[in-house]
């Protein structure tokens, strides 16, 4: 390699996509936005359950599977 080439092009197209070849892979990466919508439902539910129905225990369960969907699409993005 001379002073004025970067590195072989395999090496390159690796940096591009942020894989630097043999390097740990990321434990997350970022979620899809279509996974919002469905969260957002859940949410918007886990308030209403809380609120209105008076129920504190469903309403922290719903927050829980929103969070645990949000980071299971993050981990099949990684």
Same mark, same amino acid.
């Not at 092009?9 to 434990?27: P, V």
């Given at each position: 390699?001379? /002073?004025? #080439?970067?590195? #072989? /092009? &395999? *090496?390159? %197209? &690796?940096? *591009? %996509? &942020?894989? +630097? &070849? @043999? @390097?740990?892979?990321?434990?997350? @990466? +970022?979620?899809?936005?279509?996974?919002? /919508?469905?969260?957002?439902? =859940?949410?918007?539910?886990?308030? =209403?359950?809380?609120? =209105?129905? *008076? #129920?504190?225990?469903? @309403?922290?369960?719903?927050?829980?599977?929103?969070?645990?969907?949000?980071?299971?699409? /993050? +981990?099949?993005?990684?």
């Amino acid at each position: 390699m001379n /002073a004025t #080439s970067r590195g #072989s /092009a &395999g *090496q390159q %197209r &690796g940096a *591009q %996509r &942020g894989d +630097w &070849g @043999g @390097g740990r892979r990321r434990a997350l @990466g +970022w979620p899809d936005p279509f996974v919002y /919508a469905p969260v957002a439902a =859940i949410l918007l539910t886990a308030v =209403i359950t809380a609120t =209105i129905a *008076q #129920s504190l225990p469903v @309403g922290l369960a719903l927050v829980a599977v929103a969070v645990v969907l949000a980071l299971f699409d /993050a +981990w099949l993005n990684r």
